[in-house]
């Protein structure tokens, strides 16, 4: 088996919280730096610089995954990832249809900027991205699973926006098959509280809005020999499969 070092949670300048700093090709730059081999871009309730990342990931020879932090209608963050940019797009498409239209107001939350491959501005989105969509967390997976692809909650150790924190607890009908620590070394502290989470997938996630947030590597995912020498197409293929399969021992592999 081979390790694959990823970050699934970044926010790129189209993110109003997020530095404008945060363009795809920095973001790709920063990663390869870091030493990071697959990356998620997530923006807030938003794929719509994914396909400039993955042009600037192709450059840094890192492999893309597009993805979404989704604000469902209780303000919860979930981590939304995609196999395919187009099924990325398409999911995009629908909760742009579920999103709450308020003006983004720049002076207060910041720009909300559209980039292409060369990092050169394509638009602005006139709209406030991260406010609460009217997408439930319940149905949040099976929306998600329709379009081909995966999702969980996002760092539910912290506060804000956590489902832990929201909720009270991790439900045991929740339909989640992993979640995301920003901190992994609070699992034992997550498991104790919420015992549903035992046999999730606990993936972690930086979920950086500055350059400076990407992390050195430190977190991978296992593959099979000789995944390195594929296709983009063909790693985010096994790291798909993986990724719905049962994590037992998993969590002892990561830390260890």
């Not at 034992?188 to 919420?194: F, Q, S």
Request: charged share 25%; aromatic share 8%; glycine share 8%.
């Amino acid at each position: 088996m081979s390790r694959w070092y990823y970050d699934f949670h970044i926010h790129s300048c189209l993110s109003p919280c997020a530095d404008n700093d945060m363009t795809p090709n920095n973001i790709a730059g920063m990663a390869k730096l870091a030493g990071l081999q697959l990356v998620a871009l997530t923006d807030h309730n938003s794929c719509r610089n994914c396909p400039a990342f993955f042009e600037a990931a192709a450059r840094q020879g890192i492999v893309p995954v597009a993805g979404m932090e989704l604000t469902t209608a209780e303000d919860i963050h979930v981590v939304c990832l995609f196999e395919f940019l187009a099924d990325a797009m398409r999911f995009c498409d629908e909760v742009d249809r579920q999103r709450v239209r308020i003006p983004n107001r720049t002076d207060i939350f910041g720009d909300q900027l559209l980039l292409d491959g060369n990092d050169e501005l394509l638009g602005v989105e006139p709209d406030l991205l991260p406010n609460a969509t009217g997408i439930p967390i319940a149905d949040a997976p099976e929306l998600v699973t329709a379009f081909g692809g995966v999702c969980y909650p996002a760092h539910i150790d912290r506060e804000a926006n956590g489902m832990v924190s929201v909720l009270g607890t991790f439900p045991e009908d929740s339909g989640f098959a992993c979640a995301e620590l920003h901190e992994m070394d609070r699992a034992g502290e997550l498991l104790a509280r919420c015992p549903a989470l035992e046999g999730k997938r606990l993936l972690s996630g930086s979920d950086a809005h500055y350059l400076w947030d990407i992390r050195e590597k430190q977190h991978w995912l296992e593959l099979e020999p000789g995944a390195g020498e594929n296709s983009p197409e063909q790693v985010r293929r096994a790291i798909f499969r993986q990724m719905r399969q049962p994590a037992e021992g998993y969590r002892r592999r990561e830390t260890d």
